[in-house]
T-cell receptor, first 115, second 117 residues
Framework: DAKTTQPTSMDCAEGRAANLPCNHSTISGNEYVYWYRQIHSQGPQYIIHGLKNNETNEMASLIITEDRKSSTLILPHATLRDTAVYYCIVRPKTSSSGSARQLTFGSGTQLTVLP | GAVVSQHPSRVICKSGTSVKIECRSLDFQATTMFWYRQFPKQSLMLMATSNEGSKATYEQGVEKDKFLINHASLTLSTLTVTSAHPEDSSFYIC?????????????FGPGTRLLVL
């Protein structure tokens, strides 16, 4: 699986947009970009994933560059509850046989939303 | 998203005893579940992949005789830490695989904090 690079930590003011970058310069054509977050002492929470098009859901937006070598997770209006470690994970497309692939977690970005 | 539960949420046990942790998919069937372990200030590390009706696949360095995994139904996988020792104290998290269209997503349980005295 391609390696990802994220900043160790970021701060964001409450109510403002939080933009979390991720570099995945070795990503291959069949690999998706997934974002999860982990609030302290809880299990990881799925946020969003995408292949090459930008994606949006009720939680966040995912912007993937045209060359797919980097992406940005956007939380449009950060709240204190968004304080968490955010993980960017690159993962191959599910195989035609449907065999499962695990997620490999890096160090992530500690996002702190400040009041 | 899909809901995964774990029980217990936290457990304290004496050294040498065994502890069973349950992972359930509440509103879907999961043919595959994963067990992770997370030590303080570290990231999640995969321990094993649990497949319904077959033996689990363990990651390198994880003792299969110490961490027994049973995936007897499509909604339940259990992890038993046998003869637990203080170094087994950790945060154990399971996840279940959901196929959405052609791509899969994993949903995680809330975790079980194990403290071995």
């Amino acid at each position: 699986d391609a390696k990802t690079t994220q900043p160790t930590s970021m701060d964001c003011a409450e109510g403002r947009a939080a933009n979390l970058p991720c570099n995945h310069s070795t990503i291959s054509g069949n690999e998706y970009v997934y974002w999860y977050r982990q609030i302290h002492s809880q299990g990881p929470q799925y946020i969003i994933h995408g292949l090459k098009n930008n994606e949006t859901n009720e939680m966040a937006s995912l912007i993937i560059t045209e060359d797919r070598k980097s992406s940005t997770l956007i939380l449009p209006h950060a709240t204190l509850r968004d304080t968490a470690v955010y993980y960017c994970i690159v993962r191959p497309k599910t195989s035609s046989s449907g065999s499962a692939r695990q997620l490999t977690f890096g160090s992530g970005t500690q996002l702190t939303v400040l009041p | 998203g899909a809901v995964v539960s774990q029980h217990p949420s936290r457990v304290i046990c004496k050294s040498g005893t065994s502890v069973k942790i349950e992972c359930r998919s509440l509103d879907f069937q999961a043919t595959t579940m994963f067990w992770y372990r997370q030590f303080p200030k570290q990231s999640l590390m995969l321990m094993a992949t649990s497949n319904e009706g077959s033996k689990a696949t363990y990651e390198q360095g994880v003792e299969k005789d110490k961490f027994l995994i049973n995936h007897a139904s499509l909604t339940l996988s259990t992890l038993t830490v046998t003869s637990a020792h203080p170094e087994d104290s950790s945060f154990y998290i399971c996840s279940a695989r959901v196929l959405t269209g052609v791509q899969e997503t994993q949903y995680f349980g809330p975790g079980t904090r194990l403290l071995v005295l």
